[in-house]
């Protein structure tokens, strides 16, 4: 059974850190590109970052530049989010997507939530 799930939401005070799992189970992750996307109540899914399957070559919304780190552990069949100096704003459902043409898939979402 092809399955993403999300881990490591939570509560965090502005300024602090999570640090997201994504567990891949069904499919061979590696070759696929992961991202990560979130959304906030009243709002449109974003992206937030993504790792390409791989030379491994990230991308970061300007948002979210310089304080969060997308890395894979394919052993592990898992891509984290690193999550540091969190804001307000950060708060949101996040959601990781693997993609490989055509194939898509999608977690069930983890919540996180900054504030003080």
């Known amino acids: 059974q092809v399955q993403l799930v999300e881990s490591g939401g939570g509560l965090v005070q502005p300024g602090g850190s999570l640090r997201l799992s994504c567990a891949a189970s069904?499919?061979?992750?590696?070759?696929?590109?992961i991202g990560w996307f979130r959304q906030a109540p009243g709002k449109e899914r974003e992206g937030v970052s993504c790792?390409?399957?791989?030379?491994?070559?990230?991308y970061y919304a300007d948002s979210v530049k310089g304080r969060f780190t997308i890395s894979r552990a394919n052993a592990k069949n898992t891509v984290y989010l690193q999550m540091n100096s969190l804001k307000p704003e950060d708060t949101a459902v996040y959601y990781c997507?693997?993609?490989?043409?055509?194939?898509?898939?999608w977690g069930q979402g983890t919540q996180v939530t900054v504030t003080s």
């Open positions: 790792i390409s399957s791989g030379d491994g070559v990230t």
């Open positions: 069904g499919f061979a992750s590696d070759y696929y590109a």
């Open positions: 997507r693997a993609s490989d043409y055509p194939q898509t898939y």
